[in-house]
């Protein structure tokens, strides 16, 4: 069964930085692209960034791009995504999923989320 499990989230200022991780287990981790997803509140699921399983190729939604880093640790089955130069709008609940059928799919397995919220 596919597990995962996300932490990290919390408050912070703009301007600031958070790392949010991603424990998987069930699952041959290295060998499947890895996501993060996140919704706001009131608002759709929105992709924000993929990292494909063995060559670890990282792709970003444009309003994270410079600002946001996904990686990987294919030996503790783990998935990051730094969180730098955070923004007001960037607030919202933060999934790690195991995407179907692309890196940038909505679709598939995912954790229970952690929370974001950016505020001064």
């Known amino acids: 069964i596919v597990k995962l499990v996300e932490s990290g989230g919390g408050l912070v200022q703009p301007g600031e930085s958070l790392k949010l991780s991603c424990a998987a287990s069930?699952?041959?981790?290295?060998?499947?692209?890895m996501s993060w997803i996140r919704q706001a509140p009131g608002k759709g699921l929105e992709w924000v960034a993929g990292s494909s399983g063995h060559e670890n190729r990282p792709t970003y939604a444009d309003s994270v791009k410079g600002r946001f880093t996904i990686s990987r640790d294919n030996a503790k089955n783990t998935l990051f995504l730094q969180l730098d130069g955070l923004k007001t709008e960037d607030t919202a609940m933060y999934y790690c999923t195991q995407p179907v059928g692309s890196v940038s799919s909505l679709l598939g397995a995912r954790g229970q989320g952690t929370q974001v919220t950016v505020s001064s």
């Open positions: 069930g699952f041959m981790f290295r060998d499947y692209d």
